[in-house]
């Protein structure tokens, strides 16, 4: 596979839905595991403890693929890295379908974790470096739909089959090989991003300088790598317990039929896509900071409302719908954009990575033990997980409420200020551009 530049780049908002749909087959695939492993429970003989393992596995997979994948794809280029990793996932997920037992089945998780987790930060890289100034929030904001939209159908696909036991888990593990194969087609037809191409060529301009890893913990890139780390790692470990246990939830503690439970997507589907369209209309403005705060307040707040109130389906959608708007404004989307943004190409998919398999190591861990949580006390985990979240929202805010870095604004990549007026969103002067306080 060669590596010149296209004679004429494609569409930015084609190569935006194409590469995008990596967040559309992340949050697909882990849905679909914490719904398909319930039941895949009593024809598999999955007890509480194998289904920790198996749901930390994915997760611990998803991890180790995002470290491996964005580094890959920094070295060796977008379009070689996201063809092989779609191709994983559609080897996972024949894997997930076919498995009979506990270890077939551990099997086909990891390699569809370790697919998707490499995914991940090279595609929205691409996302990121095809797009123009003006469009380049927004296709980023809008990957984070795809997310949205992806965790809703799964979900609407276990309202369909909740009820089928073992089936019922092979198509909901079948929907996400479908949609991953079809996107292995597509992408075979981008080009090279030009961004990487060019940063290639030219390892000695000051755009492509420090591609070694060892620079995002020195200069200029060390606060929003650190602030990307504690803020992503601690509200995913929220989201990621709360979306990935939430069947279990819902069967285990309120007593739901899983098909029942899982309608809740349906619920919040379009509450999901209201607020990711709106987060992509202030993603390139100045207006962000301060719908993060009001995300970050929704977002914490939404796991309380079970614990408050007693977990039943009542609760259980309330908190759903709180936390979609929440997470619209103040989890995945404004990461992805802060860690376009913060970093030179040579090293924006290698940061992304390093932070999404930090988070999903955390997470993975914790999975291991939740369900004894769960069973000990199911109002004293969430009201953890509360506590946990906001805890990241704080670093995220501390982190990025100042000066900040603008890659994508000139070969110096001059700080610009969160939160603040200007007439063209992210831009200012050489003289204005101070670096980082």
Not at 38 to 62: D, K, M
Not at 150 to 166: D, E, H, K, P
Not at 368 to 380: E, I, K, M
Not at 394 to 401: E, K, M, S, T
């Amino acid at each position: 596979m060669n590596h010149r530049a296209p004679a004429q780049p494609p569409h930015a908002w084609r190569t935006g839905v194409v590469a995008g749909m990596a967040s559309y087959v992340d949050a697909a695939a882990i849905v679909s595991t914490g719904i398909a492993l319930v039941l895949y429970r009593e024809p598999l003989h999955l007890t509480g403890g194998r289904i920790g393992v198996l749901s930390g596995a994915l997760t611990a997979a998803i991890a180790t693929g995002a470290l491996l994948g964005g580094r890959l794809g920094d070295r060796f280029g977008r379009r070689r890295v996201f063809a092989a990793t779609m191709a994983m996932v559609v080897a996972g997920c024949a894997l997930t379908v076919l498995s009979t037992g506990f270890a077939p089945l551990l099997l086909g998780v990891l390699v569809l974790g370790l697919g998707s987790g490499a995914d991940l930060p090279v595609a929205l890289a691409t996302v990121a470096e095809s797009a123009t100034d003006r469009n380049r929030a927004a296709l980023i904001g809008f990957s984070n739909v795809l997310w949205g939209v992806g965790a809703a159908a799964a979900g609407t696909v276990a309202t369909l089959v909740g009820g089928w036991g073992r089936p019922g888990g092979q198509i909901l593990y079948g929907h996400v090989g479908a949609v991953a194969l079809v996107l292995l087609l597509a992408r075979l037809r981008l080009p090279e991003s030009p961004a990487w191409l060019a940063a290639r060529r030219e390892r000695t301009s000051p755009r492509a300088a420090g591609a070694s890893a060892r620079v995002l913990f020195t200069g200029p890139y060390l606060r929003p790598f650190a602030a990307l780390l504690g803020f992503y790692a601690l509200t995913n470990l929220a989201a990621n317990t709360s979306g990935q246990f939430g069947a279990y939830v819902a069967a285990d503690v309120a007593h739901l039929p899983v098909d029942v439970s899982a309608r809740l997507s349906l619920l919040v589907l379009p509450v999901t896509v209201a607020a990711g369209l709106w987060f992509m209309r202030i993603a390139g403005t100045p207006r962000r900071l301060g719908y993060f705060v009001f995300g970050a307040a929704c977002l914490a707040g939404g796991y309380l409302i079970p614990p408050l109130f007693g977990f039943s389906l009542t609760t259980l959608a309330l908190s759903t719908v709180v936390n979609a708007v929440g997470g619209a404004f103040a989890f995945e989307g404004i990461m992805k954009t802060w860690a376009q943004e913060s970093f030179p190409t040579l090293l924006r998919a290698t940061a992304q990575g390093a932070v999404i398999a930090v988070a999903r190591y955390l997470a993975a861990a914790f999975a291991l033990v939740t369900p004894a949580l769960l069973r000990f006390d199911p109002a004293l985990l969430y009201g953890g997980l509360a506590a946990v979240s906001a805890a990241g929202l704080a670093i995220g805010w501390a982190g990025f409420r100042g000066a900040r870095r603008d890659e994508f604004a000139g070969p110096a990549g001059p700080a610009v200020a969160e939160g603040t007026r200007s007439q063209v969103p992210w831009k200012l002067s050489p003289a204005q551009s101070t670096g980082w306080r």
